[in-house]
């Protein structure tokens, strides 16, 4: 390994030291923003992909739990359709169990490379039965083999017992092609404030926010304070 003289610096030097929101940053148009957080959210995503942003489609999936504390964890994101943004996960983990007990849920994106935050704030609701097979059917067999195998977010003290079962669950799995782990689950969120966050070096930033009606069926507008 390399020491440079940042090595030595105290921790809080560091991170003054380290530039954020660095130039080129795209402009933001806000009155050529399109009428629905949908379109702007595939627009914007569009904007990443061409900018080589990497994954694009990693957002942080914020819950709280039964004692209202919250989680976050990063997450992939699997669709975007008039339901919401869909993610896919297992429903026995933490995650899951706290959506089941309080299913307002946040969702962030960060872009570094477009200077670009999407946030969204709304209530997660699971897909059908028949939904969440055709994802899980989807996914490569090393997922599946891991959904199968593993028991998420709870202590690991034996290591070979890992192994032995993720073996056990690829030779189940080329037996079974076509099996369906009953515990997979596939969200959307479907949101009630969606703002896109458009960063800029100078520090003016653009942030513009759509807000849900009462019914869900129109979206009002909004410029916000930096
Ligand atoms: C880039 C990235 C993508 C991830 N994608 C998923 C995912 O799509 N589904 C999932 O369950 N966990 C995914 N994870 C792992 C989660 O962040 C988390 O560690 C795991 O789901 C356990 O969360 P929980 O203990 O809060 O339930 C991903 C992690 C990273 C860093």
Known sequence: ?????????????KLRQIPSLEAPLPDLDLSAMPATPHEAFALWLDSALAAGVREPHAMTLSTVD???WPDARVLILKNVDARGWH????????????????????????????????????EAVALSAQ???EDF???????RASAIASTQSEILDNHEALAQRLA?????LKAH???V???????????????FWQGATDRNHKRWRYTASQDSTAWSTARLWP
């Open 137 to 143: 059917l989807g996914r490569p067999v090393g997922s």
């Open 66 to 68: 039964e004692h209202g």
């Open 181 to 195: 782990e009953p515990g997979w689950r596939v969200y959307a969120v479907t949101p009630t404030v969606v703002e």
């Open 177 to 179: 092609p076509t099996h």
């Open 131 to 133: 939904e969440c097979s």
């Open 1 to 13: 390994m390399v020491h440079t003289a940042a090595d030595t610096l105290p921790i809080k030097e």
């Open 87 to 122: 993610f896919a996960i297992r429903g026995e983990s933490p995650k899951a169990r706290q959506i089941e007990n309080q299913p307002r849920v946040s969702l962030t994106f960060y872009w570094p490379a477009l200077g670009r935050q999407i946030r969204l704030r709304g």
């Open 168 to 172: 056990d669950a690829q030779a189940f």
